[in-house]
């Protein structure tokens, strides 16, 4: 091996290190939020842990017997709450609780995370700006002058509805004809200075095959040029805010994060979008390390993303997730019954090994 390949190795080493300790932060928090929640309204729990797998550390803390563990995999964690598997006879167990103490206990891992991907827009945004669409080359064509972008438009609105993403673009444009007119807000240099303006777009393509991951179609439809080396004319550029406004954009921004992984969820279940656009424990750890080593912009930017990701992945009622775990003590609070508890844990348990064995997957089709 080469000695000047020993810092490209580091980096890289160091890059992964980066990627695994923002996800093991992430699951920390969404157990912490179990744990708080837990703690608040008096449920026991027997274990809190950091990683799976064996034990590296272990500590009870013997008032309250429970037990703090570092473990050797950091890709996890949990937090054991007494009986939550099965019926206890102990008031604090688990399924003893009240259904609505269970729910809120459920729901709060999934807050810890979007609250904590809200901090780090906010921190975003008031140190950098937002990043907006920027047209850097249009098309040129005389068919649609006085009807197309300028170069450097900053995107602000299309059809009244503000753009934070591709998702705000394709689901305004989605199944519009070529020859259409469209009504933008954008921020226009006009001398010296920027200027907001409203102008009318006439589309140059068809939209009606248009998804989450059809950008071609999309900046084609917009008139934007396309270069072999350079690719597509639009950039993303930061603009700062009024202080009101930001944290208001910041609120709005992690919504529309969680409508575009909802929607790329139903695309995959529908057809749309194919299982190679998903990516596993390998994927998400290649392409965070990517991108949270770029600046520091791009490492809240990641993190964001990753907390918004496992707030909605979590609530989804899908057999192992906290979302399932709500439903079904839903269903007791409402018939005042529990499913039979054997029942929902092979149920879990089956739901568990299909979204590891779904995760494997992903990765090996990409892989291969």
């Known amino acids: 091996m080469s000695f000047l390949a020993v810092p490209a190795i580091l980096s890289s080493i160091g890059s992964v290190a980066v990627a695994i300790l923002i996800l093991l932060a992430m699951v920390t928090v969404h157990e912490f939020g179990h744990y708080v929640a837990g703690k608040l309204l008096k449920f026991k729990i027997n274990e809190f842990s950091i990683g799976f797998g064996p034990a590296l ?8 017997d429970e037990i703090f563990s570092l473990r050797l995999f950091p890709l996890g964690g949990y937090c054991a709450f007494d009986g939550e598997e099965n019926d206890q006879e102990s008031p604090q167990s688990f399924n003893r609780q009240k259904p609505w103490k269970r729910i809120v206990v459920l729901f709060s891992g999934a807050f810890m995370n979007y609250l904590l991907a809200m901090v780090l827009i906010l921190v975003s945004f008031f140190t950098f700006g937002q990043y907006l669409y920027m047209t850097y080359e249009v098309e040129p064509n005389e068919t649609y002058v006085g009807y197309s972008f300028q170069d450097r438009d900053v995107i602000l609105e299309c059809e009244g509805r503000k753009v934070y993403l591709t998702s705000d673009l394709v689901g305004k444009l989605k199944g519009k004809n070529e020859g259409d007119l469209v009504e933008f807000t954008v921020s226009r ?4 200075h920027r200027e907001v303006k409203t102008v009318e777009i006439m589309l140059r393509a068809d939209t009606t095959e248009l998804n989450s991951a059809s950008g071609d179609i999309l900046w084609t439809a ?6 072999e080396q350079d690719g597509w004319g639009m950039r993303i550029t930061p603009m700062r805010l009024g202080f009101f406004q930001t944290i208001g954009r910041a609120f709005v921004y992690s919504g529309r994060l969680a409508s575009s992984i909802l929607s790329a969820l139903g695309e995959l279940v529908t057809g749309k979008l194919g299982i190679s656009s998903m990516g596993g424990p390998i994927t998400t750890i290649q392409l965070t390390s990517q991108i949270a080593t770029r600046d520091f912009r791009s490492f809240l930017d990641i993190a964001s993303y990753i907390g918004v990701n496992l707030a909605v992945f979590n609530l989804l009622p899908i057999p192992a997730l906290d979302g399932s775990k709500i439903v079904f003590t839903l269903i007791e609070w409402i018939f005042k019954k529990p499913v039979n508890r054997k029942v929902e844990a092979i149920i879990h348990t089956v739901g568990i090994l299909f979204l590891f064995g779904f995760a494997v997957l992903v990765d090996l089709l990409r892989f291969i």
């Open 189 to 192: 240099v006009e001398e010296d």
């Open 222 to 227: 917009m008139g934007i040029r396309n270069d």
């Open 57 to 64: 550390f272990k500590k009870r803390n013997k008032k309250t």
